[in-house]
């Protein structure tokens, strides 16, 4: 715009270098006003004069003009108001061809006479790379300190193809103010930068005043397409329309535009230029599909990383992004229907507002889904500094069999239920993912190792490591208070108490006896690769077994057991075991594994009466009492050789049940003293059916080979007694 206005001047110093080159022929000094005003030379092919009162007309033919502006004119006329001295009435210029080697600058003085009405038509002039090619141009009342009004139609090669232009100025000395309306025909939109391709329609109006020119308008374009360094491929605008304002000083523009893509996107910029480089940028947009953001911007370029490896497909709005020279830029994009994928864990519909500062992401107040589960309120980081990290937290509603693939315990399912709490997770290349929960499990339901429970409470994760608070686990009439820790190679600190139902420990293992009831169970398990240790009370009261016709314990029957046991590998070594059944005392300790065993134990019974039940023996209410204190060595399950044993046995008024013998041996009294490699066994009596034995010594040396001696006396014998029950082999070792 400015050239064209400057270029209409330029003009208009030629018809009047024209009108004193007549005139000097007829005026004495002509010549040297001339050069004084315009520092042009004019030559004409043929010049008509005509006078009427107070008016002198001119008319030159074929013009040839030389100097800053040079070129042919085809037609000039000139109509001087003598009453005025200078003053042109009109002046009118027609098929030109000019080129200006000089191009004024606005705020320079403008010398020439004043023109009441000033005609340019069907010329061109040449400015540096640039053609303007006039149609028509009308200037009226262009006077020194008056208002005049320019209407014309004009294009300007290569930057657009026509413009129409209505406008009013004023000026003294200098251009003092100029504004008016445009309509600009296939703008080249290269004007704004190299890497913007196309051409657009302008309309609008603008206001130039000393060193300074503002505008606004409208525009529209069937096609543009934005290239540069921070795109992938070209973005292109088509079938667009906005507005635009802009303010110009020398060498700084200042543009603010609004725009309207055939896609629906809109889009808000507002830029400033100072020598042809960008020095400042806002852009704002509506909701659009976040893939046209991945697909032709290359973030990577910005940020030093490419967040579409994690940010799939969504939405996103720019709410505001600004970039000042020699500062990061920051930007503020609210997202919603996004998916974050960071390793395995692949959050869905992401909602929320996030903001980037140099190479940093912040977000706050974001909201997703895995699977049917619900993350929001999430917070937090993304780093984009070297190699990216991360770190958010927020809170989370799961259900539970959305998270089981992430549990991944070998032999858990997790089948219903749902947890609600708070998590914290860390990114970054090297250590990937990491993170920490902080939950409450409600109606939870699964399988462990094929048994269904039920289980609510309190669980901490820390990576791999869970970390359970009275965490509540119930199948029947089975319920557990766990408390501790434990990872998925079942690597474990756990603290159990509470009721462990017959029915769940069939469930667990195998055992064929009949049983029922709950042990009340309070200890401590702990495994660390191959190591695991028990240590725990066991109270059986009410709990019943029934292995007939040897053992029965039934229910209100005072018994319990402590144990502290190791197994490492293949071997297991129990530290300490305590048993207590009514007046029955066994404390022991020992190792084994699946070859071989030792042990030590002290064994009391106080009344063998009150045990006798147990043994199916009810008729059997004789007091007697055992007392043992055992060490036993390299007992080998293969029975080849006997153990070395060390110790005592003192049996009085005792009993025992042996296999397939009809009749169980009752009134023992019996002493025993095992010295290693050598064995004594004195009974001072004992009955079996109606057979008594009065008396008995035994004596077993040697281990590998032993031999046995001894004698029995009987006081009486009946062999129908001493016969099993069932036909076998019995034979020792």
């Not at 108001?81 to 200006?100: A, E, M, P, Q, R």
């Not at 600058?105 to 400015?127: C, T, W, Y």
């Not at 903001?355 to 937090?380: M, N, T, W």
């Not at 314990?553 to 207590?580: A, H, P, Q, T």
Request: aromatic letters at 10%; proline letters at 3%; one cysteine or more.
């Amino acid at each position: 715009m400015k050239k064209i206005l400057i270029s209409v001047f330029a003009i208009i110093l030629l018809l009047v270098s024209a009108f004193f080159y007549i005139k000097s022929h007829f005026l004495p000094l002509s010549t040297y006003v001339l050069e004084k005003i315009t520092g042009l030379r004019i030559e004409a092919t043929s010049i008509n004069i005509r006078f009427i009162p107070w008016v002198l007309e001119l008319h030159l033919n074929k013009v040839k003009v030389s100097g800053i502006v040079k070129g042919n004119v085809g037609s000039v006329s000139i109509a001087v108001d003598l009453k005025k001295g200078y003053w042109l009435k009109s002046l009118t210029i027609s098929d030109f061809n000019l080129s200006v080697r000089l191009i004024p600058q606005f705020g320079h003085r403008l010398s020439m006479p004043p023109v009441e009405h000033l005609l340019a038509k069907n010329g061109d002039i040449s400015i540096g790379d640039g053609l303007i090619s006039i149609s028509e141009v009308k200037i009226v009342n262009l006077v020194r300190g008056r208002t005049f009004d320019l209407v014309g139609e004009v294009g300007y090669t290569p930057f657009f193809v026509r413009a129409t232009l209505s406008l009013q100025g004023k000026y003294w000395e200098t251009l003092e103010r100029l504004d008016g309306s445009y309509e600009v025909k296939d703008l080249n939109t290269s004007i704004i930068s190299s890497g913007v391709k196309g051409k657009i329609d302008l309309t609008g109006k603008f206001l130039y005043k000393p060193s300074k020119l503002i505008g606004e308008g409208h525009f529209r374009t069937s096609y543009v397409s934005i290239s540069g360094e921070i795109f992938r491929e070209p973005y292109f605008l088509t079938n667009a329309f906005g507005t635009i304002n802009f303010s110009y000083v020398p060498e700084f523009l200042s543009l603010e535009s609004s725009v309207v893509n055939s896609d629906g996107v809109k889009i808000g910029v507002q830029m400033e230029i100072k020598k042809g480089a960008l020095k400042t940028l806002k852009l704002n947009t509506n909701e659009m599909e976040l893939k046209k953001i991945t697909k032709h911007v290359a973030v990577e370029a910005l940020t030093g990383y490419d967040p579409s490896r994690y940010v799939k497909d969504g939405k996103i709005r720019i709410v505001g992004l600004s970039y000042k020279e020699g500062f990061p830029m920051e930007a503020k994009v609210i997202l919603t229907q996004t998916s974050i994928t960071l390793q395995s864990f692949q959050i869905e519909n992401v909602e929320g507002e996030l903001i980037l500062k140099d190479k940093d992401l912040f977000f706050q107040e974001v909201a997703g889904s895995y699977r049917s589960s619900r993350i929001k309120d999430l917070k937090g980081k993304v780093s984009f500094l070297g190699e990216m990290s991360a770190k958010m937290e927020g809170k989370f509603s799961f259900q539970l069999p959305d998270i089981h693939p992430l549990i991944n315990f070998k032999g858990i399912e997790l089948l219903g239920g749902s947890a609600d709490g708070f998590f914290v997770v860390t990114f970054d290349e090297k250590t990937g993912l990491k993170y920490t929960a902080k939950g409450e499990i409600s109606g939870g339901r699964g399988n462990f190792f094929g048994q269904g429970v039920d289980f609510w409470g309190n669980v901490e994760l820390s990576n791999d490591v869970y970390i359970l608070k009275s965490l509540y686990v119930t199948q029947g009439d089975t319920n557990l208070k766990i408390d501790g820790s434990i990872n998925k190679g079942y690597d474990m600190d756990l603290h159990v108490e509470g009721k462990l139902s017959a029915g769940s420990i069939r469930s667990l293992r195998k055992v064929n006896l009949d049983m029922e009831g709950l042990c009340v169970l309070k200890g401590k398990i702990t495994k660390k690769g191959d190591l695991l240790a028990l240590d725990g009370e066991f109270d059986f009261t009410d709990f019943a077994i029934f292995s007939p016709p040897f053992f029965k314990k039934e229910k209100g029957v005072k018994s319990r057991v402590e144990l502290d046991l190791v197994k490492d590998k293949d071997e297991v070594r129990v530290r300490e075991l305590v048993l207590n059944l009514k007046g029955l005392h066994l404390k022991g300790s020992g190792k084994g594994n699946s070859s071989t065993m030792e042990c030590n134990f002290t064994l009391n019974v106080e009344d063998l009466g009150d045990l006798a039940p147990c043994f199916y023996m009810d008729e059997t209410r004789e007091r007697g009492r055992v007392e043992a204190g055992i060490t036993l060595r390299d007992f080998r399950f293969s029975l080849d050789r006997l153990p070395y044993i060390k110790g005592y046995v003192n049996v009085k008024n005792g009993f025992i049940k042996l296999p397939h013998l009809r009749h169980p041996i009752k009134n023992v009294d019996l002493r025993a003293i095992f010295e290693g490699e050598k064995l004594n066994i004195k009974i001072d009596g004992a009955k079996i059916g109606s057979s008594v034995l009065k008396s008995a010594n035994i004596t077993v040396e040697g281990i590998g080979e032993p031999t046995l001696t001894g004698f029995c006396t009987f006081q009486r014998v009946n062999t129908s007694d001493l016969e099993r029950e069932k036909k076998g082999k019995f034979i020792l070792p």
